[in-house]
């Protein structure tokens, strides 16, 4: 059963605090992506990294960096977590190919800064 | 970038009944995906489709190139089926999604 795997579901945070999300995933997978979800606003990307140490602006990059030092991992950092981060971060990973490719999302992690 | 929406936003409907959710996009496109994702966060890909039509089990997924228009059917509707339904298109040449709002779907038993 292939699985892409967020370390959090909840994860509860200070203002002004360095915050890690990590993302796993066992699928081989080349591109792996963090997105966020706002009500109304639907998942904006925030990072795409297609290969290791690979690394992509999405729509909504600030505030955020990303660190892919091997190709199961995907780490989101928040370097200083600040309330409007508050939100719900979704990873997800596919196959790199011409062709298009179903994409797997982790099960999410609700982070709420305070 | 292409805009994609989905209508209606909320959807309420009694067990037993044939639910269809709409997709438009604004920009010619290589895929489509329709997603599911179950209060608690987790996304479920349904379908990925590029022409025609796709059926998996009470799900049928409908796509016209022509008019840029997605359907998402479910037939004989069941209160597990109470989920928001994304829509996601993909761009040529581009492996990123572009995301619908979603639809909040409820079914009362």
């Known amino acids: 059963d292939v699985k892409v795997t967020q370390s959090s579901r909840y994860l509860v945070k200070r203002t002004g605090e360095k915050v890690f999300l990590e993302c796993v995933q066992d699928m081989d997978h080349e591109n792996m992506f963090w997105y966020r979800q706002d009500p109304g606003l639907g998942l904006r990307l925030i990072y795409f990294s297609y290969d290791v140490k690979m690394k992509e602006k999405g729509d909504i990059p600030e505030g955020y960096s990303v660190s892919r030092e091997k190709k199961e991992r995907f780490s989101l950092i928040l370097e200083s977590a600040s309330t409007n981060q508050t939100s719900m971060y979704l990873c997800a990973s596919s196959a790199a190919s011409r062709l298009n490719t179903e994409a797997f999302f982790g099960q999410g992690t609700r982070l709420t800064v305070v | 970038k292409n805009e994609v929406e989905q209508s209606p936003q909320n959807l309420t409907a009694q067990e037993g009944e044939f639910i269809t959710i709409n997709c438009s996009y604004s920009?010619?496109?290589?895929?489509l995906h329709w997603l599911q994702q179950h209060p608690g966060g987790g996304i479920v890909s349904l379908f990925m489709l590029s022409s025609g039509k796709k059926k998996h089990g009470r799900l049928i997924a409908t796509i016209n190139i022509q008019e840029k228009h997605s359907s998402l059917h479910i037939t004989a509707s069941h209160p597990r089926d109470s989920a928001v339904y994304i829509c996601a298109v993909e761009d040529f040449g581009n492996e990123k999604l572009t995301f619908g709002t979603g639809t909040r779907l409820t079914i009362i038993p």
């Open positions: 920009v010619g496109i290589s895929a």
